[in-house]
């Protein structure tokens, strides 16, 4: 078995991602499961296409895309992605699309085939703030989260994807005069070997 876990880049002025630098942490194996690892940009359509040549090139069983979602408190399972891009700050190169819908043949939302409430129950039993969240939002993160389950439902293809999104580091955090909740790189990456270790499990 194999699964595709991507974390973005830095993006709005920050230098580091805790979701990418968890990512990197992961180990080559997790629960009997080859474990492929990648980064992703943070531009609109252009993170979806590098999803889909990682997703032709190894053939994963499942897909998991991560993503920094500051000021939640907790590592948050995302259950829906809905059918629109609206920038509330530019992508990385600038585009802020408003309003604007991610794919006109598409529904105008798809939900997770993760096993999303196992995952946060196998988070929580190991003693890490998990929630399920039913906003992805409407930026990069919702865009490829929505473009995953688009092909997934289009071409058939028998794999389970989704998303996940955690918190600031603590050094981010630092940085903002309202402290918002943090949680460590090595917590975030604890985290998601756990849910996948789920994901697998009910594969």
């Known amino acids: 078995m194999k699964v595709l876990i991507t974390g973005f880049s830095p993006f709005d002025g920050e230098t580091i991602n805790p979701a990418l ?41 499942i897909v998991i895309c991560v993503g920094q979602a500051g000021g939640r408190p907790a590592i948050s399972v995302e259950r829906v992605a809905i059918n629109l891009q609206d920038a509330r700050i530019p992508d990385n190169e600038g585009n802020t699309p408003v309003d604007e819908p991610i794919k006109a043949d598409g529904k105008e939302a798809y939900f997770s085939s993760l096993p999303t409430r196992a995952m946060v129950q196998a988070l929580r039993e190991q003693g890490i703030p998990a929630a399920l969240s039913y906003s992805a939002g409407t930026y990069v993160c919702n865009d490829v989260m929505y473009h995953l389950l688009y092909w997934i439902d289009k071409h058939g293809w028998d794999i389970q994807g989704g998303f996940i999104h955690v918190p600031y580091c603590p050094a981010q955090a630092a940085n903002i005069p309202s402290s918002p909740p943090s949680m460590s790189i090595t917590v975030i990456a604890g985290a998601l070997e756990v849910a996948i270790g789920a994901a697998v499990k009910d594969r």
Do not use: M
């Open 21 to 61: 630098e968890a990512v990197k942490l992961l180990p080559n194996s997790i629960a009997g499961a080859e474990i492929i690892t990648a980064e992703l940009p943070v531009v609109f359509r252009q993170e979806a296409q590098v999803l889909i040549e990682l997703v032709e090139e190894h053939n994963p069983d």
